[in-house]
């Protein structure tokens, strides 16, 4: 009190209007008040266009997609203050380039609508008054955000994004009435991230009938949040109401702790791109869970840990796609609960030239169908390379056969004695004939996995010729060791003696790879007849 007391005794009592006192400006009215101190009352202007801000600008209220720089200072500015505000819509971007005078490592900064920067100056440089506690490249929705809906802020970042950046949803439920879009125009990645699930819901909205929730052109992940199609009357019932679509070649798309309830398919990847998902479930979908229907080659499809297909009319819908790679493993749950349900539907007339298909770790419940499509027992290979193992619900589809020949009539010729000749017989059935390819006493293995491979054999031979001494064994590719010889002694001739075998070939097989039968005797020219095979080969 004391020092105003002061102040008002140096200004002389009929000096009004405005005065200098100590090179500050004051409005003095008539009966002595003071109604204005220069920098107590801050001056505030509106900018809707790029340029170099003044000294004399407190606050700046700024809208559009505008630069604006910071004016030069000297050491005399010391105490300047300006805060600049977006006071524009959500597509605004307002660009604060430093200038040349700038301490504290700002050189630029970017605000969305309604926030704002406020920077001092001292010694000749400027300075933030306060350092934001967010992440740069990160988007916040809520209703106090830059962005209220999800929408606005995948607008946004499509357009004015400068590396890949993160939205980060509130504890809501977002209605969406209309296709969000993701397509950076740079290409960027986006992730769209929700508080502790299930607390950020996407649910359909009037307006989306007809459409999808989520098209993605560009790279994109989503994590830990809620998207449901029911809130929409028939929404879902229909082909093109999915969750999200996959558009964008040679991406990666992810998808983390979440659920996809009641939409036509859940995600639907149509291109070449790179999935994975996992930690999520798949609820109630009326097509499909996830449809790969890729129109390019190279499609890799991954689910990972915590994935439940529950209720779906498909799980995983393998619908089109060439030289695809597939991997369903890691606790992926398949929960049918219509007998119409099916866990893993393959087209194999469009999903075309698998180069790796995993089934692996994976649980099916008894209800429906577990797998459709597939046929591991073809000559062509079509199949043989899906690797069906260690399922909680389903059996093993690992390379086996069953090959038997019964009463055969076509023999052996031993041209040197003692040597081994394949044996000549006519397979007449296969049991249980698992990716391996039978043509005769010829069994060629399928796949590209490679495997140890085991046989057993039972067979009864036959030889002109008293006191023969018959071998039989196993050989790979026609060529080098017999494996598992064993001989039996044929003591009249032409009456048939039982003889058995195993081996276990030490180097795994691969594609193209075959195994036959082969037989010997201890004399030049003579003849054997291998009357009866019950041959089994299995693979590890």
Known sequence: MKKLLLFFA??????????????????????????????????????????????????????????????????????????????????????????????????????????TLTLFTEAGSWHTKEKSARGENTYYVAASASFTTPKEAVDFFNVHAHAGSTIILGSASYPISETIVVNNINGYDLAIEGMAYPESKLIAATGLL????????????????????????????HAGEDFIRLLGSKNYYEGKDFEIKGFWDGVVDSTDASVWIQEGDFTNCYNSGVKVCGAQDSTVVRFGAGIEFNGCDKGVYLYKGDKSIVYIDGGTKFTNVSVNDTSIAYNPTLFTNTLQGYIVGTVFNSTGTQLAGYDFSRDDARD??????????????????????????????????????????????????????????????????????????????????????????????????????????????????????????????????????????????????????????DSK
């Open 384 to 537: 043989a390379n899906w690797y069906v193992e260690n399922n909680a619900g389903y059996p093993d589809e690992n390379p086996r056969v069953k090959i038997n020949s019964a009463a055969n009539t076509d023999t052996t010729l031993i041209t040197t004695g003692g040597a081994f000749y394949k044996a000549r017989f006519d397979t007449t059935s296969t049991i249980n004939r698992v990716k391996w390819k039978v043509v005769g006493n010829q069994a060629i293995y399928q796949p590209v996995n490679k495997r140890i491979v085991t046989a057993w054999v039972d067979v009864s031979v036959s030889a002109v010729g008293a006191n023969k001494v018959i071998s039989i064994g196993v050989r790979r590719n026609g060529t080098g060791a017999i494996y598992g010889i064993n001989t039996t002694k044929c003591f009249n001739s032409g009456e048939p003696y039982g003889l058995s075998t195993n081996a276990t070939i030490p180097s795994f097989f691969t594609v193209g790879d075959y195994l036959e039968l082969y037989v010997s005797a201890p004399s030049n020219g003579d003849i054997v007849t291998v009357r009866s095979v019950n041959w089994y080969i």
């Open 210 to 237: 007809g459409k999808p929730m989520f098209r993605a052109i560009t790279p994109f992940v989503a994590k830990q949040f809620y998207a449901d199609a029911t809130t929409l009357p028939t929404y879902g019932t």
């Open 10 to 115: 140096l200004i002389p009592l009929h000096s009004f209007g405005q005065q200098n006192f100590n090179n500050n400006t004051v409005s003095i009215d008539a009966s002595g008040t003071i109604s204005n101190i220069a920098g107590v009352k801050e001056h505030t202007r509106t900018v809707t266009t790029s340029q170099t801000l003044l000294k004399t600008d407190n606050i700046v209220l700024a809208s559009g997609d505008i630069m604006l720089t910071l004016p030069d200072v000297t050491a005399a500015d010391s105490g300047l203050t300006i805060t600049i505000k977006n006071n524009g819509g959500y597509m605004d971007e307002v660009h604060l380039s430093s200038g040349t005078t700038v301490a504290d490592s700002l050189t630029d900064a970017y605000l969305t609508r309604w926030t």
